[in-house]
């Protein structure tokens, strides 16, 4: 089992930033971000893959980054120039083998609203 807390969501003005962490209880396999918003499937925003590889939704590249820290198992989401669209529930996404057995876990999500 992974327990994932994930922190940073809140209301920010278009433009400005945001950055969301999610800390992990031991150590994954790849870990990532997604967001959902009412009556739409949760969508990938930003994740690594394959080791130090990453992926970004079209709509983020150049403005969202994905770091870690592996020491705290830790992942984070740099949000900069951020839109109207970007507001959405905000979950943190990890994946880990155990025994041979693939395991994906879901944070509780933090809301990331884009407002004036």
């Known amino acids: 089992q992974v327990q994932l807390v994930e922190s940073g969501g809140g209301l920010v003005q278009p433009g400005g930033s945001l950055r969301l962490s999610c800390a992990a209880s031991?150590?994954?396999?790849?870990m990532g971000w997604y967001r959902q918003t009412p009556g739409k499937q949760r969508e990938l925003v930003a994740r690594?893959?394959?080791?130090?590889?990453?992926v970004y939704a079209d709509s983020v590249k150049s403005r969202f980054t994905i770091s870690r820290d592996n020491a705290k198992n830790t992942v984070y989401l740099q949000m900069n120039s951020l839109k109207p669209e970007d507001t959405a529930v905000y979950y943190c996404?990890?994946?880990?083998?155990?025994?041979?057995?693939?395991?994906?876990?879901w944070g509780q999500g933090t809301q990331v609203t884009v407002s004036s």
């Open positions: 690594f893959t394959n080791g130090a590889s990453t």
């Open positions: 031991g150590s994954t396999f790849s």
């Open positions: 996404n990890a994946v880990k083998v155990t025994n041979g057995v693939l395991g994906t876990y």
